[in-house]
């Protein structure tokens, strides 16, 4: 079990940047892979990016590729998106999410622990 809280949103002008983050409680953090997603106002949430147990693999979305960055701090239990150049259309609510297994996944319904979301709202 794990509990996922997600820090760091708010709103910015379209070009800024934003880091988000995400502290994961208990001892295990290092053992669940963890992905970023977003869900806009009136769409379905979607894959952002994710990221490998230990950091060294890392996968994102074409629509955010050169732009986000996701890393890990295992001995701080915080998984963090860097957001540069943002786009009016990264406007979501940014929600962070632990799988707990050995494999990396961009599915939605392949995570287990959900955190409750942060609004970043990006300006024209």
């Not at 860097?82 to 406007?91: F, G, I, R, V």
């Amino acid at each position: 079990q794990v509990q996922l809280v997600e820090s760091g949103g708010g709103l910015v002008q379209a070009g800024g940047s934003l880091r988000l983050s995400c502290a994961a409680s208990g001892r295990t953090f290092s053992s669940y892979a963890m992905g970023w997603f977003r869900q806009a106002p009136g769409k379905e949430r979607e894959f952002v990016a994710r990221i490998s147990r230990t950091g060294g693999s890392t996968y994102y979305a074409d629509s955010v590729k050169g732009r986000f960055t996701i890393s890990r701090d295992n001995a701080k239990n915080t998984v963090y998106l860097q957001m540069n150049s943002l786009k009016p259309e990264d406007t979501a609510v940014y929600y962070c999410a632990a799988r707990s297994s050995v494999t990396v996944s961009v599915s939605i319904s392949a995570y287990d622990f959900w955190g409750q979301g942060t609004q970043v709202t990006v300006s024209s």
